[in-house]
């Protein structure tokens, strides 16, 4: 690594190149992608994944496996992205969304969402 770019920056850059490769192939055919299977499939084919891995994330936690965890979270995130993708959406977003919350308490950033999910619910 550069001295001058931080670990959040290649990130981003990794992501970011990700994420090209995804907008690329998903409108690919099929079968020769991977990622184009999954948008043929549709966006409930790419949520189903995500829970799957979720599930296979959750299972290496608990398995104490923390290399099998970094490849199973390696699998969540880029289901994610796709997700992300179908729905018109970067990992920039997520990454702002992140930076936004950066410094605020969890407990208060939580309480401040449920006010506002009751404001805009009318309850």
């Known amino acids: 690594m550069n001295p001058t770019e931080s670990p959040v920056m290649l990130s981003q850059d990794v992501l970011a190149r990700l994420a090209e490769v995804i ?60 997700a992300l993708s179908a729905f018109g959406l970067k990992p920039a977003d997520v990454l702002a969304e992140l930076q936004r919350r950066e410094g605020l308490s969890g407990l208060e950033e939580f309480a401040a969402r449920k006010l506002k999910d009751r404001e805009s619910s009318g309850t």
Do not use: C, N
């Open 23 to 82: 907008e690329a192939r998903k409108a690919g055919d099929p079968d020769k992608s991977y990622v184009a299977r999954l948008f043929h499939k549709g966006t409930d084919a790419i949520l189903k994944k995500i829970g799957e891995e979720a599930t296979e994330t959750v299972m290496a936690a608990k398995d104490g496996d923390p290399q099998k965890l970094v490849y199973e979270v390696a699998d969540l995130w880029f289901h994610s992205m796709l």
